[in-house]
């Protein structure tokens, strides 16, 4: 039996396990931890499953073509090898270096919620555990979570290439090690990040870190405007392609890791074994030195930065009354006071929650940065009827971002009541009216954004006043009709153990929402929308380059293109209303 | 044994624990008590290395735990108050890892899970994963993976809340057992009458300052009358504490009662808080607030 004698006479201690025991303990939970959760989501989760098989499947492959598409393009359209070379390397160039870029953020983001803010942590760290080996599980966790995503993301572009330009068997054998071996670098430069940003941002007062994240955003947007800036009459000449690629030549310097695995991954797929191997080589070393380097660096310092954040405690939070809490408590006729408090206690705890807004938030911008930005496109130039299509597509974006919404925030509400329900449940509310705030509420969240979306896309793009109308009322259809399923199946399927609401998104209910929310849309959008941009085409000879004169249609098109809508409408408070009725039959019965 | 030598903590311009003198020896049950947001989970977060004190050390078996936190932990065993387990482990897998952290060689570690699991009643459940497990169950199983190394040291948060009168027996008879063995027990608690019955000494935390260490009958002397009950003292003395610490300083009266996670306010700097001011001066002084009160 092994034991020691510890500094103080009497006590009697273990030795701790060596670095390699201890590295054993974590590798063994963590596959006990992973193989029970594939057990269970291979028992409870089934349909979860095949949806995120179908669906990622649906999307890889349609990435896949696109690439295969585009490279098929360059290898036509431009005879010069050399040239088509060129561009592949800039286009990997860019791919990967975005990507890097968006990993060390990513990861940085993982590693300060995994070091600092889980419990998981903070159990650990009262354990006799090396700091060293708590900071490597973490690491290895955010590499795992980030190469899934990396790879998925990578290999439709990769092996799209590797088709076109027929690659070299050796390709295909170091894709993945590539990919992985890569995927560690903007990790660990993240780590290094998140140590840097813990050490020293509690100390900063929040307006110089405020005024950091503004500058850094107007830098981006300065950035990416730069690049994609083009004068009108240079588009698809020699001269625009060499500004182009004259504008991304940053992504072509040779200390990055994108250029390194670029250019390793082309060599490769030329056939090149020492370049190809060599480049892998030069990742991996770079990758374990990072590695190395990282958890000597939070070996030092991780705890002295633990105990500067959890020294800097938590500051008190006022809870300040907004306008809509007023206007709502206060100036809403003829809605009961108990569904007005209940609506503003919804509000006023959604406000409360960065979590819940800020990921919406950050959809909203990036939808309102592209529509903005629309017209730089020109497709005038090329297909004016093209604007109706993209047009059409954008309202789907919005609808599908509303339904992922809905599904993650709206379909939750009435299980997050949780333990909590009995108040609601003594109080003199019936229980459909609880359900009916939270469908106000979910309205009052949806309608604003997405319409004014909406609206904003169809400006930028100059579609007609039938196309706003329709896109209006589509969008309105898709705001009551959503937010009605998520509500109604939430209602359906509560589930109050949970307290998270992405975990009870991501459950069966969660799931059968979405999928639900999607053939909605589809429907929707093919009765309320999709009419009017026909209508248009057919009656427009000319707008489409393969439509010359005015086109006649058969009956039951005339119908659809006439009563579309109409069926939009009549589907739309079909599907909502029964979905919501079994909802608050459900509900009304459920006992807790 | 824990000695805490002058441990004061802030959190940003507030202070949490202020210049606390401690110290328990082997074989001795320290019962904490204080009044919500008293420093109480504070002290015990220095205890364990989870918060490294500002001023002044806090040391096990020799060890400082804010400096050396890895000989600290591995003398120590630990159940919080909001106790974490890994849900997708059972309880078994749980121990296993826990074990493991700690050296146990395979052998030994078999035997002390078999040991806990006959001593803690889990044989029902042990294997189940804990995601499933009540509150009880949970309390358990940290109790089990606390004490399986055999700790000098073993602190305990709230350690009876929840538990039903059964599991509350067990946990009262293993904390006596552990210190009957020799372990310093350092247990924080609300429940006064857990505190009567099986603690050897007893420390009352108030707004960050210890004012009172000592015995049950210690405690009892401070009262001229001998029939008061231990939580009616306790209210007293906190009471009493604060109107002392209010009249000294005005601006003790309009502090909010700090939390774990937004300690108190306390400007005091002068405030002698040593164990032994806190049997003689701080005595003293209570004493005579309590005989004031009980003339008029």
Redesign the interface.
Same mark, same amino acid.
């Given at each position: 039996? @092994?034991m020691t004698t510890?500094?103080?006479e009497g006590?009697c201690?273990?030795?701790?396990?060596s670095q390699q #025991?201890?590295a054993? #303990?974590f590798r /063994?939970?963590w596959l006990?931890?992973a193989r @029970?959760?594939v057990k /269970?989501a291979l028992v409870t989760a089934w349909l979860r499953i095949w949806l995120i098989i179908l669906l990622g499947g649906g999307l890889w492959l349609g990435l896949f073509w696109v690439f295969a598409e585009g490279f098929q393009f360059l290898e036509t359209a431009i005879p010069y090898s050399d040239l088509v070379e060129q561009i592949i390397r800039y286009v990997f160039g860019t791919f990967f270096m975005a990507l890097m870029v968006m990993l060390i953020v990513s990861a940085a983001i993982l590693l300060y919620g995994g070091l600092f803010r889980s419990?998981?942590t =903070?159990?650990l760290? @009262? /354990?006799?555990?090396?700091i060293e080996r708590l900071f490597a599980s973490r690491l290895f966790d955010t590499v795992i979570l980030s190469s899934w995503a990396f790879i998925i993301l990578s290999s439709p572009l990769l092996l799209g290439f590797a088709l076109v330009q027929e690659a070299h068997v050796l390709f295909y054998v170091l894709m993945v090690p590539y990919l992985i071996a890569f995927v560690y670098i903007p990790c660990c430069l993240g780590a290094l990040f998140c140590l840097i940003v813990a050490q020293h941002v509690p100390r900063l007062k929040s307006f110089l870190v405020v005024t950091a994240i503004i500058c850094l955003v107007v830098f981006a947007v300065i950035l990416l405007n730069w690049i994609s800036w083009l004068p009108r009459n240079d588009a698809l000449t020699v001269e625009w392609l060499q500004n182009m690629l004259n504008r991304l030549s940053v992504t072509q310097f040779r200390l990055l890791p994108s250029w390194w695995l670029t250019t390793g991954l082309m060599s490769a797929a030329r056939g090149n074994i020492v370049d190809g191997v060599m480049f892998l080589v030069v990742i991996l070393a770079n990758a374990m030195g990072l590695h190395a380097l990282c958890v000597v660096v939070a070996g030092k310092y991780y705890?002295t930065v633990f105990?500067r954040l #959890?020294?800097?405690?938590?500051k008190?939070r006022n809870a300040h009354t907004g306008l809509v809490d007023h206007l709502l408590l206060h100036r809403v006729p003829r809605v009961a006071p108990a569904i007005r408090q209940l609506i503003v206690k919804d509000i006023r705890l959604f406000r409360r929650d960065p979590v819940q807004w800020s990921q919406l938030l950050i959809f909203i911008g990036l939808l309102i940065f592209y529509f903005v930005n629309i017209r730089r496109m020109y497709y005038e130039q090329f297909y004016f009827a093209w604007m109706n299509l993209i047009s059409f597509l954008n309202v789907a974006v919005v609808a599908l971002l509303l339904s992922t919404f809905t599904t993650r925030f709206i379909y939750p509400l009435i299980s997050l009541e949780g333990p909590r329900f009995w108040i609601l449940g003594l109080m003199p509310i019936s229980r459909p009216a609880i359900v009916w705030s939270k469908v106000a509420f979910a309205l009052c969240l949806c309608l604003i954004p997405c319409c004014g979306l909406v609206f904003l896309s169809d400006l930028m793009l100059g579609v007609d006043a039938l196309v706003h109308l329709a896109h209006q009322a589509t969008t309105v259809m898709c705001c009551v009709g959503l937010t009605a399923i998520a509500v109604g199946l939430g209602a359906w399927y509560p589930n109050f153990r949970a307290v998270s609401a992405a975990r009870i998104a991501s459950g069966f209910g969660g799931t059968l929402n979405l999928v639900i929310s999607t053939a909605f849309i589809i429907v929707v959008l093919g009765l309320g929308s999709l009419p009017a941009h026909v209508r248009i085409v057919a009656e427009s000879p000319g707008l489409l380059p393969t439509v010359t004169a005015r086109v006649e249609f058969n009956p039951l098109v005339v119908a659809w293109l006439n009563y579309g809508p109409l069926g939009a409408v009549v589907f739309t408070i079909v599907i909502g209303g029964i979905t919501l009725w079994v909802g608050l039959q459900h509900f009304r019965r459920l006992e807790f | 044994m824990i000695v805490f030598s002058d441990v004061t903590k802030?959190?940003?311009p507030?202070t949490a624990v202020e210049h606390l003198n401690l110290s328990i020896p082997r074989g001795e049950l320290f019962a904490f008590l204080g009044p919500n947001g008293a420093g109480k989970t504070t002290t015990i977060r220095m205890l364990?290395?989870?918060?490294?004190p500002?001023e002044g050390t806090v040391a096990i078996?020799?060890?400082n735990t #804010?400096t050396q936190?890895?000989?600290a932990?591995? !003398?120590?065993g630990?159940v919080?108050d909001q106790?974490?387990l890994?849900d997708?482990?059972s309880g078994r897998?749980f121990l296993e890892?826990?074990g493991?952290?700690?050296? !146990?060689?395979l052998p030994?570690l078999k035997d002390r899970i078999d040991r806990e699991i006959e001593r803690f009643g889990m044989s029902e459940f042990v294997d189940d =994963?804990t995601e499933t497990y009540s509150h009880g169950m949970r309390q358990r199983l940290v109790f089990a993976s606390a004490v399986l190394?055999d700790p %000098?040291v073993l602190i305990v948060d709230e350690p009876m809340v929840g538990l039903d009168p059964k599991s509350a027996k067990l946990v009262k008879d293993l904390l006596k057992s552990k210190a009957a063995e020799g372990a310093s027990v350092f247990m924080s608690t609300h429940t006064l009458s857990i505190a009567e019955e099986i603690a050897d000494r007893i420390g009352i935390i108030h707004k960050g300052r210890l004012i009172f260490a000592g015995s049950v009958e210690e405690l009892r002397a401070l009262r001229a009358s001998d029939h008061a009950s231990l939580e009616e003292i306790f209210l007293e003395l906190t009471d009493e504490a604060a109107t002392e610490l209010s009249q000294s300083d005005p601006a003790w009266a309009s502090k909010d009662p700090p939390s774990h %996670?937004?300690?108190v306010e306390q400007p005091h700097s002068d405030w002698k808080n040593s164990e032994i001011l806190a049997k003689t001066e701080t005595k003293e002084v209570l004493g005579r607030a309590v005989e004031e009160r009980s003339n008029t």
């Open positions: 039996m @092994t510890g500094n103080v006590i201690i273990w030795d701790l396990p #025991a201890e054993r #303990a /063994q939970v006990r931890m @029970t959760v /269970q419990p998981d =903070l159990f760290l @009262t /354990q006799p555990v090396r705890r105990f #959890a020294d800097s405690g938590r008190k | 802030r959190f940003g507030k364990v290395g989870l918060l490294r500002n078996c020799g060890f #804010a936190p890895r000989e932990a591995r !003398l120590i630990y919080p106790p974490y890994y997708k482990l897998e890892f826990v493991q952290l700690r050296g !146990l060689p030994v =994963l190394h %000098s %996670s937004d300690p």
